[in-house]
């Protein structure tokens, strides 16, 4: 009888099953730290305790294969803190979208001299029956103070502090559209502009805390005759409190992206890659982040 004879029928694939690493069952187990914590914060919403669950449960049975039929992400942010002149805060993200795995954390810096900076600490995605890809960049981030491993940034977290704001997208959660939608029946018309202050999008919400409104105020730059919709995916800017004339990554064209092409295409916030725009009540649009340095002025 041969060895293919002898072994189990039930015994899953090298390609049906995710090819990890040390270094990846550190990334993939504080991971699973995160979501954990998250399960357990005071903010979390009983709606989105339903995607979180069902995140770790796609982490906690790899090296197998979990499916997932549709698109779903948990991203956290942390709150600002102050270190000397400049301010920094973190997020982290768990990503799953079919049977890919995408782990990733950054953050945001910003000093009054010089201005604001997106960077990106680390970045993992995984398929079954591949090597994951994994890119860390804390040798380049020597200007964040608090910048450290993924593992022991999970480590460090604790959820009780004020100041972190937690994002769910899960298009297989109905309950999430539910939550979301507005008690009143006064939602402005498809072409009304809407007011900064009005309900944004969990990807507006991240840009929202890139902005630096009295640095905008004093600079006054607006943006003049903007597209009308996100040269990306073509949504009416209409009706968005925010949008990002940007780079794209790996290319030099700049593109006018909405929230969420701004995070899954371009490069970054800051002088040279991208500009924040956000809309004021006269429905001018206001940049409020990725002003020019001070010396170079």
């Not at 937690?166 to 939550?179: F, I, K, R, S, Y």
Request: glycine residues 6%.
């Amino acid at each position: 009888m041969s060895d293919e004879q002898n072994e189990p029928e039930d015994q899953p694939s090298e390609t049906e099953q995710f090819l990890l690493n040390p270094r990846d069952e550190a990334i993939v187990g504080a991971a699973i730290q995160l979501l954990q914590k998250i399960i357990n914060a005071p903010f979390t919403r009983r709606t989105e305790l339903v995607s979180v669950a069902k995140a770790l449960q796609v982490l906690a049975a790899l090296p197998a294969a979990a499916t997932l039929d549709q698109r779903l992400e948990v991203s956290l942010s942390g709150p600002r803190r102050w270190f000397g002149e400049h301010e920094i805060w973190h997020w982290w993200s768990v990503e799953i979208t079919d049977q890919s795995i995408s782990i990733s954390s950054g953050g945001h810096f910003y000093r009054k001299s010089t201005g604001g900076d997106s960077f990106t600490s680390l970045q993992w995605r995984a398929e079954p029956g591949f090597e994951p890809d994994c890119s860390t960049y804390l040798d380049q981030l020597q200007i964040v103070d608090d910048a450290k491993p993924f593992p022991e940034e999970v480590a460090a977290l604790d959820l009780a502090e004020p100041g972190f704001t937690l994002t769910v997208e899960d298009e297989g959660n109905p309950l999430l559209a539910e939550q979301d939608e507005e008690p009143d029946t006064d939602e402005p018309e498809e072409n009304t502009p809407v007011r900064p202050d009005q309900q944004q999008s969990p990807a507006e919400q991240r840009l929202a805390k890139l902005a630096d409104e009295a640095e905008a105020r004093r600079q006054g730059q607006t943006y003049a005759n903007p597209s009308d919709n996100c040269d990306l995916c073509g949504c009416s800017l209409a009706q968005r409190a925010f949008f990002v004339d940007a780079r794209l990554r790996g290319q030099i064209a700049f593109a006018c992206l909405c929230a969420e092409c701004f995070f899954a295409e371009a490069e970054g916030i800051g002088w040279g890659k991208g500009q924040l725009y956000q809309r004021q009540p006269d429905g001018v649009w206001l940049m409020v982040a990725g002003f020019k340095p001070q010396d170079q002025k």
